[in-house]
C-alpha cells in the first residue's frame, strides 16, 4: 500500500473525464488534478510547445511527490509522453495507447477511425501505436478542432453540433470504419450526437470507443504491479482525497468542470506554472 498521491494533468478541463474514470475505479486514492487553464487549448499548438507545457506540468505535479501520473490530455500524449518518461522515474500513463489497445480489440473490419485535435492528428501518435499492436489496420484520422469549444459552450446536441459534426465526420462514409477513438478529452459529452450522425452516414453499426476508462484500467494494472494501490475500504471515510489546481481561474469555471467531471467540485486552487523545465530534445 502506497498513500502517495496520483497526479494527472491536462490542458483545461478535459482531462475531468478522465479523473472521472479513475477515482471512480480507485476511489481509495488521493489525486491531485493540474488543469493548466491559462494555457488551454494545446490541441492547435506546435509539438515543442505543447511538450514544454507537459514537462512544465509535470514537473509541478512531481513536487507533491506523486506516486504515478496520467497525461489526461491527448495532445500532451501525443507529444509528450516519451519524453516525460524519460525525465521522471515514477510511471507514467497516456490516454493514447489504452484505448487503441481496446480498438484493436474490437474491430471486426480492420478500419479504425480517430478524431481528435490537429496536434494530436498531426502527431500520428495513434496511428503508429494502433499499427503497432495490430499491423494489419487502416486508420483513418479527422481533426474535428471545433468540437472543444462546442463541449465547453454546453452544446453538445441540436442542430448546431450535428451540422458541425455532419461535415467532419462526413468523409468516414467512405471507409470501412467500424471502431472510432474518440481522442480528444472533450469528445465524450458528444457520444449522443457523433452516434447519431454516424448511424445517418455510414453502411454499419459503429463502436465508439473513449480514453477515460481504458486509461484508468491501464493506471490500475500499473498500480497493482508495483504494489503502489491504495484501496478503499468500506464507508465513505476511507475514499481518497481530490485536489483541483489550476493555472487560470476563469469566469464561470465550476460549471464547466463540473459538466466534464460527473461531479460536485467543492474547492479548487490557483497555481503558476514556472516555465523553466529542461525539455529534452524531441523524439
Ligand atoms: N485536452 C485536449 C486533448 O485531449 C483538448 C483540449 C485542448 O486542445 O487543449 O487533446
Known amino acids: 500500500m502506497d498513500r502517495r498521491p496520483i497526479g494527472i494533468f491536462d490542458s483545461g478541463v478535459g482531462g475531468l473525464t478522465v479523473m472521472r474514470a479513475v477515482v471512480d475505479a480507485l476511489p481509495g486514492e488521493d489525486i491531485i488534478y493540474l488543469g493548466d487553464t491559462a494555457r488551454v487549448p494545446y490541441g492547435n499548438r506546435g509539438a515543442e510547445t505543447v511538450r514544454r507545457y507537459a514537462h512544465n506540468a509535470a514537473h509541478l505535479l512531481a513536487q507533491f511527490d506523486v506516486k504515478a501520473m496520467v497525461i489526461a490530455c491527448n495532445t500532451a500524449t501525443a507529444y509528450g509522453l516519451s519524453s516525460l518518461e524519460e525525465a521522471f522515474s515514477f510511471p507514467i500513463v497516456g490516454v493514447v495507447e489504452p484505448v487503441a489497445r481496446q480498438a484493436a480489440l474490437v474491430t471486426r473490419t480492420g478500419e479504425i477511425g480517430v478524431i481528435g485535435t490537429r496536434g494530436t492528428v498531426l502527431s500520428g501518435s495513434y496511428p503508429n501505436v494502433l499499427k503497432k499492436l495490430s499491423p494489419g489496420v487502416e486508420v483513418h484520422q479527422l481533426p ?3 468540437l472543444v469549444p462546442l463541449a465547453e459552450e454546453g452544446w453538445t446536441d441540436g442542430d448546431v453540433v450535428e451540422t458541425v459534426l455532419e461535415r467532419y465526420l462526413e468523409p468516414f462514409g467512405q471507409t470501412g470504419v467500424d471502431t472510432l477513438i474518440l481522442g480528444c478529452t472533450h469528445y465524450p459529452l458528444l457520444t449522443e450526437s457523433i452516434s447519431r450522425v454516424l448511424a445517418r452516414r455510414m453502411p454499419r453499426p459503429v463502436t465508439l470507443l473513449d480514453s477515460a476508462h481504458a486509461t484508468a484500467l491501464a493506471l490500475e494494472s500499473i498500480l497493482a504491479q508495483g ?6 475500504h468500506e ?18 469555471f465550476v460549471t ?11 474547492s479548487y486552487e490557483h497555481v503558476d506554472i514556472i516555465d523553466q523545465s529542461e525539455v529534452p530534445d524531441a523524439h
Open 144 to 146: 474535428c478542432p471545433l
Open 227 to 232: 504494489s503502489l494501490l491504495r484501496p478503499a
Open 235 to 252: 464507508g465513505v471515510s476511507s475514499r481518497g482525497t481530490l485536489r483541483f489546481l489550476l493555472t487560470d481561474l476563469p469566469e464561470g
Open 256 to 266: 464547466t468542470a463540473e459538466r466534464f467531471f460527473g461531479g460536485e467540485i467543492r
